[in-house]
């Protein structure tokens, strides 16, 4: 069964950075398009980040673009998130998805069809 497993949360001083991790499983990780959300407290979850396939292509929220970068490593099935000059307001639990093989823009969270359980990233001085 499907399976997708973030890691590496925790709590970074304001211009700080934190790596976090999904591990896939489960599928054929190589085939499908893989995205960030996060859901900062008393928000509605909002895109991050994605990357296609081969990993050829990202796409990042204006948000974040300049800071974040996502990548991926076929051999490991896993997936990350590197996040440089933290702010407070990244501050939020970070999901990792898998995008649906007939998937509409790379932001559309309904493109999305499996989640994994979220990992908690605090920015706090």
């Known amino acids: 069964q499907v399976q997708l497993v973030e890691s590496g949360g925790g709590l970074v001083q304001p211009g700080g950075s934190l790596r976090v991790s999904c591990a896939a499983s489960?599928?054929?990780?190589?085939?499908?398009?893989m995205g960030w959300f996060r859901q900062a407290p008393g928000k509605e979850r909002e895109f991050v980040a994605a990357i296609s396939a081969s990993g050829g292509s990202t796409s990042l929220a204006d948000s974040v673009k300049g800071r974040f970068t996502i990548s991926r490593d076929t051999a490991k099935n896993t997936v990350y998130l590197q996040m440089n000059s933290l702010k407070p307001e990244d501050t939020a639990v970070y999901y990792c998805?898998?995008?649906?093989?007939?998937?509409?823009?790379?932001?559309?969270?309904?493109?999305?069809?499996?989640w994994g359980q979220g990992t908690q990233v605090t920015v706090s001085s």
């Open positions: 998805a898998r995008r649906r093989p007939y998937g509409s823009f790379w932001n559309a969270q309904g493109g999305y069809d499996y």
């Open positions: 489960g599928f054929t990780f190589s085939r499908h398009y």
